[in-house]
């Protein structure tokens, strides 16, 4: 099961990397900081984008209240990605919980694929859950180990490296669509995301559009369900 962990998370260690490395060098040039605060941003607020605001904020000398604010806005969607996988893990030991913490946007969809795709039992599901998260994570801190040093000893730069994660995102979404059995929430999803753009302020686009795709989903489950 580790092994197989492993190779499922290989596409997110491919993003996470590079991103990771983008944090550091942004981390070190923007804060005037330790290194190892760093990585203990990595370790314990582990947030991909918001570990960039989080920099931005601090650089910019905000205060307590308006990161928390800000923090919350832009990762609310995590509470949704929660919700969507209560009933696969609420039988699951203690490792649920940190299966709670580490679930990131590429975590999501990699364990939604492995769900789709492999027929584990409860115990085996556990497992494959555990290692995805704990190898995720793992990537993010190395890449931000990484870019610290690079920043603090060669001046690297992070400029277009973000790009990553739209990419690496696109591979995951396509993924997870070939090894779903209904494809409606995906174009549901695509036709918000096409609106969403043309309508919704570009500041509040991911907000809204995520609203409104849980809307839609809730009054069609019976239609995804039943219809093929």
């Not at 307590?64 to 969607?77: G, Q, V, Y």
């Amino acid at each position: 099961m580790l092994t197989r962990s492993f190779i499922q998370s290989l596409p997110v260690l491919m993003g996470y990397l590079p991103l990771g490395m983008a944090f550091g060098i942004l981390f070190s040039k923007e804060l005037s900081l330790n290194w190892y605060y760093g990585i203990l941003i990595s370790i314990l607020i582990f947030t991909g984008a918001g570990q960039f605001l989080l920099v931005s904020l601090i650089a910019s000398y905000t205060g307590f209240l308006e990161i928390a604010i800000a923090s919350f806005l832009l990762n609310i969607r995590h509470i949704f990605y929660s919700l969507a996988i209560t009933d696969e893990i609420k039988k699951f030991g203690i490792t649920k919980y940190y299966i709670l913490f580490g679930l990131t946007d590429e975590t999501f969809a990699v364990l939604k694929a492995s769900k789709a795709s492999l027929n584990l039992s409860q115990k085996e599901l556990e497992k494959n859950y555990f290692y995805i998260t704990l190898f995720n994570h793992c990537y993010w801190i190395i890449g931000s180990g990484i870019g610290i040093f690079l920043g603090n000893t060669l001046g690297f730069k992070p400029d277009g490296v973000e790009f990553m994660l739209t990419a690496l995102f696109s591979v995951l979404t396509l993924s997870l669509l070939q090894n779903s059995s209904s494809k409606k929430p995906f174009y549901i999803g695509l036709f918000l995301g096409i609106v969403g753009l043309a309508v919704f302020p570009s500041e509040y686009f991911l907000l809204l559009s995520i609203f409104c795709g849980i809307f839609l989903l809730l009054f069609s489950r019976k239609w995804i369900e039943n219809v093929r």
